[in-house]
């Protein structure tokens, strides 16, 4: 499953008081609006003009960090976020999303000083306590514990060490990550960090639907079972999630939620004429639009709906693009939609659609 850390910015949006946004509320309002909409580009303009005439004001910061983080920019971001928190230490929305962004860039220990500096300004605050005592644990954990890793990958367990699993999990790792750069194109070089847990403490740090075997929110996170593991669904689940950090590297933003999973279930593999024929059966077709978010809030039975359906698609895809696939997926990371991103492709305009309704005919 791929979580995406956008939710983030939404939430922290949701959450400003709305006394915070008035000092430059005439000038900043489209800004707040473009945001609300989705639309970072314009927000960053907005936001950047609007500083020109007000560099000291917080809330203006603020903006612009959560506009370059729906952009996918998190260095831009976290510069105008650390500033927003220093000019207006109360600023609570703005240290939560820092957290979550320099967290989520693999900075656990900037992640807790933010934290622990906003809880100093909101003691009370239980949402904050709850992710600081996460991270804390989480951190101390990374300190002590034995690590199968080189420059690519690193697999650290959360609880029981377990060699056997440690070392399958890095061979994996390397020989899914040969397979997959060579059928979609590309072999992304960011470090790809991978956490096995114990079931309980799998979902208790990350939260997930109890019918998830995985999650990757910038980390891979994995529940395992030590000798009671069953090690074909292992290496699927670890590919599965191989396949949302390579996706995420290639387009930290702009790949919808079905192209995302369709991938992670082609990769591990998954049979995608099976799931067609299995969809043809039931004679259930969900929008593709309908499945542009994460699947996180699906329930069991519409996630399994959700993908089979997207594992047709991907394999669709694949079969149509080959090793553009990277192509397309860096085209809609740069902010190209998907259809722009086939056309600049050269694949009509409904080429895709008519093919994928073929499948379920
Ligand atoms: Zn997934």
């Known amino acids: 499953m791929w979580k995406p850390l ?17 000092p430059a509320a005439g000038r900043a309002e489209a800004g ?21 005439r007000d560099p000291r004001d917080a809330t203006l910061h603020f903006g612009a960090g959560v506009a370059a983080h729906l952009l996918g920019l998190e260095t831009d971001a976290v510069q105008s976020l650390r500033r927003a928190v220093q000019l207006e230490p109360r600023l609570i929305a703005a240290s939560a999303l820092l957290g979550e962004i320099e967290r989520h860039e693999g900075n656990i220990d900037a992640a807790i000083r933010t934290y622990e500096q906003a809880l100093a300004r909101a003691p009370g605050n239980p949402s904050l306590r709850a992710r600081l005592d996460e991270w804390r644990h989480e951190s101390a954990v ?6 199968w890793s080189d420059h690519r990958f690193s697999v650290v367990f959360d609880g029981q060490i377990n060699r056997t699993l440690g070392k399958r999990g890095f061979d994996v790792l390397d020989a899914a990550y040969w397979r997959i750069g060579r059928a979609i194109g590309a072999y992304p070089s960011d470090r790809i960090a991978v956490t096995l847990y114990s079931e309980r403490q799998f979902r208790d740090i990350t939260h997930a639907p109890a019918w998830s075997g995985g999650i990757f929110d910038g980390r891979i996170r994995i529940p395992v079972k030590g000798a009671a593991q ?24 702009g790949v919808p939620g079905w192209l995302h999973e369709g ?19 039931l004679g259930v077709v969900i929008p593709l639009a309908n499945l542009q978010g994460g699947f996180g809030g699906l329930g069991a039975a519409e996630a399994a709906v959700a993908y089979e359906e997207s594992l047709v698609a991907a394999d669709v895809l694949v079969q149509r693009l080959g090793t553009h696939t990277a192509i397309l997926l860096e085209y809609m990371g740069k902010g190209q939609t998907f259809e722009e991103s086939l056309s600049l492709l050269g694949v009509a305009r409904g080429e895709f ?7 379920f005919r």
């Open 353 to 359: 659609e008519s093919a994928l309704m073929r499948r």
């Open 6 to 22: 956008l939710a983030c910015a939404a939430i922290a949006l949701a959450s400003i008081p709305l006394h915070a946004q008035a």
């Open 230 to 253: 069953d090690l074909p669904q292992f290496d699927r689940v670890l590919t599965h999630e191989l396949t949302h950090a390579m996706v995420s590297s290639l387009a930290n933003r």
């Open 32 to 52: 707040w609006q473009a945001l609300q909409a989705g639309d970072g580009d314009r927000a960053a303009a907005v936001f950047r003009e609007a500083l020109t």
């Open 142 to 147: 990374h300190d002590t514990l034995e690590q």
């Open 263 to 281: 991938l992670a279930s082609y990769f591990e593999p998954r049979d995608a004429a099976l799931a067609g024929r299995r969809l043809k059966a």
